[in-house]
């Protein structure tokens, strides 16, 4: 079954360094996201990426943040200058067509600031 | 603000039980509506999605949504003690699509 994949699983990284999540879409989907949850609360919505562009972003998503699609498979989160509040698991989700569509989440990026 | 609702719990049922889990949302205008399954440390793994009002079934699973109440519902019938997990309703709005998602109820089911 196609899935999502997410690398890496687990990173630490110092306060004010710069992190990079990457993650492999399911092939045929053309709608791909980033969403996060901070341990023991919701699962909250970062930014959605359609057609090599951002479609829509939430508060979260500042200028600290940017999305790329670097190739035709890979999509990844930067994260500029990370703050200890940037702890949180990232999920990188998918779905082939936009509103209503079903969206697949990858198994997630533990982001441990430190 | 779009707000999705949901009790905490835990839930606790016995093995072999039905299990009711339920979801308010505040966004009038969502279309579609999408019950996840997340076992701790792990991702939200979809278990089913309902956009009509009704019932759908699927497996021991069935999805009730009443529109006008602004109502989800999740059944889970004979709960085994793998369904234990925090269980995950969100919503698709009717602009944009991004999913809003409710905090999760803690299902325990005991043997």
Request: contains cysteine; glycine residues 8%; charged residues 20%.
């Given at each position: ?12 990284t110092q306060m004010g360094q ?20 901070i ?42 200058s990370t703050k200890l509040e940037d702890s949180a ?22 982001l441990t600031v430190v | ?111």
């Open positions: 079954e196609p899935e999502v994949t997410q690398t890496p699983s687990h990173q630490v710069e992190v990079i999540l990457r993650c492999v879409p399911i092939s045929n989907h053309l709608y791909f996201y980033w969403y996060r949850q341990l023991g609360q919701k699962v909250e919505f970062l930014v959605s990426f359609y057609n090599n562009e951002i479609s829509e972003k939430s508060e979260i998503f500042d200028d600290q943040f940017s999305v790329e699609r670097p190739d035709g498979s890979n999509f990844t989160l930067k994260i500029r698991m990232y999920f990188c989700a998918s779905s082939e067509f936009a509103r209503g569509n079903t969206i697949y989440f990858g198994e997630g990026s533990w | 603000q779009k707000e999705v609702e949901q009790n905490s719990g835990p839930l606790s049922v016995p093995e072999g039980a039905i299990a009711s889990l339920n979801c308010t949302y505040s966004d009038r205008g969502s279309q579609s509506f999408f019950w996840y399954r997340q076992y701790s440390g792990k991702s939200p793994e979809l278990i089913m999605f309902i956009y009509s009002n009704g019932d759908k079934e699927d497996g021991r699973f069935t999805a009730q949504l009443n529109k006008a109440s602004q109502y989800v519902s999740l059944l889970i019938r004979d709960s085994q003690p793998s369904d234990s997990a925090t269980y995950l309703c969100a919503c698709h709005g009717n602009a944009g699509n991004m999913l809003t998602f409710g905090g999760g109820t803690r299902l325990m089911v005991k043997p």
